[in-house]
């Protein structure tokens, strides 16, 4: 069983940024790849940004590319997500998940395990 706990949304400013984090308690994130998902009321949730075990490859939806950058500290068992240039309609509920399945880190259905969430929200 792997609790997540992410941490580090707020209410910012149209190019400002944000460091989210997502922690992991009750075993380690050895094994397991972590996924950044977020969502809006009453859209289903999307795919932000996975790195895997292995290698750590990094994923990225085209949105977000050369503006957030995914990191993991397997020491600290965290996985960070450096949100810059944060636009208004990167505000939403982001949520943090792990998995040990490796065929498509961008789908919901992967994931075995999910945090809570933290809000971000951008003003312009």
């Known amino acids: 069983q792997v609790q997540l706990v992410e941490s580090g949304g707020g209410l910012v400013q149209a190019g400002d940024s944000l460091r989210l984090s997502c922690a992991a308690s009750?075993?380690?994130?050895?094994?397991?790849?972590i996924g950044w998902f977020r969502q809006t009321p009453g859209k289903e949730r999307e795919f932000v940004s996975a790195?895997?075990?292995?290698?750590?490859?990094?994923y990225y939806t085209d949105s977000v590319k050369g503006r957030f950058t995914i990191s993991r500290d397997n020491a600290e068992n965290t996985v960070y997500l450096q949100m810059n240039s944060l636009k208004p309609e990167d505000t939403a509920t982001y949520y943090c998940?792990?998995?040990?399945?490796?065929?498509?880190?961008?789908?919901?259905?992967?994931?075995?395990?999910w945090g809570q969430g933290t809000q971000v929200t951008v003003s312009s």
């Open positions: 998940a792990a998995t040990n399945y490796d065929w498509d880190y961008r789908s919901v259905y992967q994931y075995r395990y």
């Open positions: 009750g075993r380690t994130f050895r094994g397991f790849a």
């Open positions: 790195i895997t075990w292995s290698d750590d490859s990094t």
